[in-house]
Structures are given as structure tokens and as C-alpha cells.
């Protein structure tokens, strides 16, 4: 993957970061993993109201690309402001979904993370009503993050599997 190229994203990025997650993953698919609420990610117009400048969101959270011959085929979100609250978001196009670009998204703001002065970063999944965790939990734990064993229960029927990594 030696054209891949990760950049902080800016709101040109906006409708291609939309495109992403529109194609990686559908409403059937996360229904019972994610609260069936609002989500600026699944239209331009809603990602649009949530850009503040640069590559930032209005809460603060950072927004970077993964970029293959010029073409977003992923993105993940990152609250750089502080070493507790940091992964929120990664999607990958479908069609390089396995090809090693969430693996290297992850790895960039690792480094961004350790950069800033942050020891460990955290990030969480869910799991549904029957136990079952998203599909993104074994990724996670592939790339060195710990199950804290937690299991917090949200308002609707799926809980937050909190993860961590020692960036030491």
C-alpha cells in the first residue's frame, strides 16, 4: 500500500467522507450496534453543519483521510484535545476494507497521539442486546487494544466495550 497517503481532512473531503460511510456500511448492518439517532456522517448537508475549520469538527474532534491515488477510501475521528476521551470513528471503503488502511489510520494518530504527550489511547466499540460485539472489535484487538472487561449500558438495547492502548 505504498500510495496510500493519510492528511488531515478538510471540508473539501466532506462528500467523499460521506460516500465512505454511506458505501462501508449499511443501516441494517448497525442496527442494534449504534443509537438510531442522528448521524452527521450519512449526509453532506449534516457533515457540513458539524465542520468548524480546518480539519476539526464543532467538538472539537479532528478529522483525517486515508487517500489512495486520490481517492478517499477511509477516514477516522480523533478528539487531539485530550489523552481520555480519543478514537470515535474509523471507516474504510468497502472494496479495501482488509488491505491494511484502518491499520494505518490507526497507526497515524497513534503517533499524533504519542507526539502530543498522550501515553494511552482509548477508543470503544459496542456490543448488541444478545452479547455479540460489532465487527470491529477483533480489528481492535489486532492492533494492541485491551477489553477493559466493561460493559456499559446505553439507553438503547446495545452496550460500549471500552478499549485501551498503552502507547509506551
Known amino acids: 500500500m505504498s500510495s496510500l497517503l493519510i492528511r488531515p481532512a478538510s471540508i473539501r473531503d466532506v462528500q467523499s467522507i460521506v460516500r465512505v460511510r454511506l458505501g462501508a456500511l449499511t ?5 442494534g450496534f449504534t443509537a438510531p439517532e442522528y448521524n452527521p456522517y450519512l449526509s ?5 453543519k458539524e465542520w468548524d ?5 464543532i467538538d472539537g ?23 481520555d476521551d ?5 471507516v474504510v471503503a468497502n472494496e479495501e476494507q482488509g488491505k491494511g488502511v484502518g491499520r494505518a489510520l490507526v497507526e497515524y494518530v497513534e503517533r499524533l ?12 466499540t459496542t456490543e448488541n442486546a444478545n452479547g ?3 465487527k470491529g472489535y477483533g480489528f481492535w484487538i489486532r492492533m494492541g487494544y485491551e477489553d477493559t472487561g ?3 449500558p446505553t439507553k438503547y438495547a446495545f452496550k460500549v466495550i471500552p478499549l485501551t492502548k498503552n502507547l509506551r
Open 113 to 124: 497521539a504519542r507526539s502530543r504527550g498522550c501515553n494511552v489511547i482509548k477508543t470503544d
Open 27 to 31: 443501516e441494517a448492518e448497525v442496527a
Open 61 to 83: 474532534f479532528e478529522v483525517f483521510v486515508a487517500e489512495l491515488e486520490g481517492k478517499v477510501v477511509g477516514f477516522i475521528v480523533y478528539n487531539m484535545e485530550s489523552c
Open 44 to 48: 453532506t448537508e449534516g457533515l457540513m
Open 86 to 90: 480519543n478514537i470515535d470513528n474509523i
Open 53 to 57: 475549520k480546518e480539519n476539526r469538527l
Open 150 to 152: 466493561e460493559r456499559i
Open 132 to 134: 455479540v460485539p460489532w
